[in-house]
């Protein structure tokens, strides 16, 4: 029936519990080899960042994952960097290349892999033509990492031999030292970006405890061209506060937010193609000074063109992939906007965590539909993309549910709109007024009447917003479609063929559900 199916739709049960060492298999390996319970919050960020980027799904761009796979990672001393890159490896196909840059940490760092019974091998100055052979033949017979400094890279021979074995990460320890060192008196450092691009991995990290942004431009300089996306510490932070926006037709609710959201604005698209179209819709509407799109697909030189174009506004519109990362700083976004929803928890806080770096309050904004809940219903319960649903859905505190996929604490929150009281209703609006239409018509319209009618009241809602008319047949057959699966409305076949009709089994209470509402906007009105 109408209201348990809306209930389905849209909540998830509040005393689920899964274990998450159970379904962890990244914390079981970990476990295992070096005896350690859990993963801080940002660690499971990193390393989620890192297989990903090493195995992209089929439904994620893969040369948008993670800025290519190029990051920049900052955590603090004791935070547990080494963790970042070694529980990866552990299921990893190929070999990790570690570069290290004393030799003293080396060694420290080769015992404590030996101790967790992680199979590496060690190349430095020095070595014997014999011992190198020893530890390509390890490396042939499953050696998970390859430890390493700049200087012994330079040697082309070696470079040769380990770009056949496949390697699949470089991670770059206390990369401060490639600005802080390389400029001065080790200038191997230097060349680490040609090293990088000789063996071509699909995952590079650079982990570090602190930088200036003069450091980390350099870094990211040398070693990515520029081109890379910086990871810092904070999982949760207060001031992002979270929203869920239902709707049917989401390509039209996020023109309409950005108009009337706090700007500076960016809207989070799933495809390069979504990211331009959006902005040149919005840019038909408020100006092509004000909206602008960023994806991966875009030169170099058009990137900064449009990170310069970004960086000074108070009042533009970015539509863009998950491409944007590190070539912005800017601090003041006041809203992010997701059109889909991230791939996975660690994607969705980074992604919401573009806006409000100056410590001011931002809003993140997801667009949910039943078309999404069809789609991540189908997942499995323990996949990792399975917790944007739960925080869509969810009947309780949004911001605990990101935490809880991080195996953050608790958190006091009045930062989301389940906490503060401000959810959104059930029913999407831009369905409710399609609804509204067939429970006050039935049997009158066929669906392209219905879809007629249902452009001229969604652009009279929408008119205390836009001067223009922006719902298209597009957006209406969207609209219709879904609340067809969804059992809503119905195509009759007898009596009063081909016209649209509440479902049979929903007709008292599909619009019970309307009509509470309606009084309660009636007494609101008189009170």
């Known amino acids: 029936m109408a209201e348990e199916i809306n209930d389905e739709f849209w909540a998830i049960p509040e005393s689920e519990e899964e274990s998450t060492l159970d379904s962890d298999e990244v914390l079981q390996a970990a476990k295992k080899a070096f005896g350690i319970s859990y993963f801080f919050p ?26 290519n796979g190029r990051q920049i990672v900052l955590l603090p001393t004791g935070a547990g960097k080494s963790l970042c890159f070694l529980a990866p490896a552990l299921l990893l196909d190929k070999p990790t290349l570690v570069i290290y840059p004393l030799l003293a940490l080396i060694s420290d760092q080769k015992r404590r892999m030996d101790e967790g019974g992680l199979d590496c091998v060690v190349f430095r100055g020095g070595q014997t ?74 995952v590079v990290t650079a ?22 996306k910086i990871v810092r510490s904070e999982s949760d932070r207060p001031n992002i506060h979270y929203k869920v926006v239902k709707c049917y037709a989401k390509k039209r609710t996020a023109f309409l937010l950005a108009l009337t959201e706090q700007k500076p604005l960016i809207i989070f698209c799933g495809t390069r193609a979504k990211s331009e179209d959006m902005a040149r819709e919005l840019s038909a509407y ?11 697909g ?35 976004i006041r809203t992010v906007i997701h059109l ?41 319960e323990n996949d990792r993309r399975k917790v944007m649903q ?10 605990q549910i990101l935490l809880d996929a991080l195996g953050g604490e608790q958190a006091a929150c009045d930062g989301c709109d389940i906490c503060s009281g401000k959810s959104d209703e059930k029913i999407a609006l831009d369905a409710k007024i399609v609804m509204e239409l ?8 066929t669906q392209d009447e219905l879809n007629q009618a249902s452009m001229i009241a969604l652009n009279k809602a929408s008119g205390k917003n836009c001067s223009v008319n922006i719902y298209e047949h597009s957006d209406t057959d969207e609209i219709i479609s879904q609340l067809k699966v969804q059992k809503i409305i119905r195509i009759r076949k007898f009596p009063f063929k081909g016209l649209i009709a509440p479902a049979r089994q929903n007709l008292k209470l599909c619009f019970r559900q309307l009509l509470r509402t309606k009084r309660k906007d009636f007494q609101s009105s008189i009170f």
Not at 356 to 361: A, I, L, Q, S, Y
Request: aromatic share 8%; charged share 30%; proline share 4%.
């Open 390 to 399: 739960k925080f869509a859905e969810s009947k309780t505190c949004r911001r």
């Open 438 to 445: 067939v429970r006050k018509n039935p049997n009158r319209f």
């Open 42 to 67: 940002w660690q499971r960020i990193v390393i989620a960042n890192i297989l990903d980027s090493a195995n992209p799904r089929d439904d994620v761009l893969k040369d948008d994952v993670c800025s």
């Open 286 to 296: 408020c100006g092509n000074g004000k909206v602008k799109f960023y994806h991966a």
């Open 129 to 202: 033509d014999l011992e190198r052979e020893e530890n390509f033949m390890r490396i042939k017979n499953g050696a998970k990492v390859i430890i390493t400094n700049p200087e012994a890279l330079q040697n082309q021979n070696l470079l040769e031999q380990l770009c056949s074995f496949g390697i699949v990460h470089i991670a770059i320890d206390e990369a401060h030292c490639v600005s802080e060192w390389g400029d001065s008196f080790r200038p191997a450092y230097l060349n680490l970006g040609k090293v990088i691009k000789k063996i071509n991995p699909p």
């Open 207 to 228: 982990f570090t405890a602190t930088a200036s942004e003069c450091v980390l431009a350099r870094v990211s300089e040398v070693l990515f061209d520029g081109e890379a």
């Open 340 to 380: 889909e929803a991230s791939p996975s928890a660690e994607s969705y806080i980074q992604e919401a965590g573009r806006g409000g770096r100056d410590g001011e309050v931002s809003n993140a904004i997801l667009l949910w539909s039943f078309n999404d809940h069809k789609k991540f219903s189908a997942i499995k």
């Open 298 to 332: 875009m030169t170099r030189e058009e990137k900064q063109k449009v990170e310069k174009w970004f960086y000074p506004k108070d009042d533009a519109i970015l539509c863009c992939t998950c491409a944007f990362g590190m070539g912005v700083d800017k601090k003041n």
